[in-house]
């Protein structure tokens, strides 16, 4: 625990190295509102603070940067997250009454606006689709022999799958098989698709037990499809070019992502600072993170990707509020 004077000394210097990106010198942290001490008295607590880990001293004549130590008291101490100016508020509302179509064009989409909200990569992870409830399904003809089945899930997602049939169906034999279906497989997931009961027309039967099949095979098993927008930004935050190769390598594996997403949610944490997360090619990255629910189920995550020196404070802000709204979008369908 730090005292009164040498966290606010701390958070100084934070808040001036996110501002400027240069190391922080004492005079600049004794003209801070919350410190009411002489630049003498700031560069002794300063060499205090390096000792504890938190700070460190690029160079021998220059000011103090924060460490992930540093960062993380400064996370910790924040009493909510901050919040995103008017305009950004409006934009973000703006996106999502608007917003509609297929939920892969939605979620790519909402990446693009986080990343535009926060100038980092931003990483939107779908929803499971083995765990959605199916909300509904239906059965449209193509052709005589040949139906596209329709199935609605809980998460949002719509999946379809061409139905081959043995036998010509019209419509009112394809009407029938949508209620049967549906008497059987409303509220099941894809993971655990019940057998169907018989309707005592074997034809009948036929047809609803070709939709089940095409239904398990043309599902997408792909449980944690992820959309990344901001990559550029990603690459303009840093100056060194191995660190851009590295971070931007990184990015490109799918399930490094996810499982890092994943990961910092199961710690029960919203910021993984720096080497906290355990991945080296991303150890000057921060990660926010918050997951989405549908329906009050959680369904997925997003997350944003920037360097340590992060605006904290906004970076929750619209992670926050991204997240509240898409889970709020897709439970309305």
Known sequence: MLDERRAAILRAVVEGYIETAQPVGSSHVARHGDVAVSPATVRNEMVALEQDGYLTQPHTSAGRVPTDKGYRFFVDSLVGPGQLDAARRQQVKSF??????????????????????????AVVVAPAHEQATIRSVQLVGLGSRTALLVAVLSNGVIEKATVDLADDADDARLGAATAHLSSCLLGSTLAELPSLTSSGDPLLDDVCAASLRALESGHDKEADQMYLGGVSRMAQA??????????????????VVVDLLRDVLDRGLSVAIGAEHGLLPLAECSVVVAPYEVDGEPAGSIGILGPTRMHYPEALAAVAIVSQ?????LSEG
Not at 238 to 255: C, G, H, I, M, S
Not at 325 to 329: A, E, V, Y
Request: glycine share 6%.
């Open 325 to 329: 709204r898409l889970g709020r979008r």
């Open 96 to 121: 999502f009454d608007s917003a509609h179509g297929a939920i892969e064009d939605m979620l790519h989409s909402t990446s693009q606006l986080l990343a535009g909200l926060t100038d980092y990569a």
């Open 238 to 255: 840093f100056d060194a070019v191995e660190t851009v190769r590295r971070v931007l390598t990184t990015l490109e594996q799918q399930f």
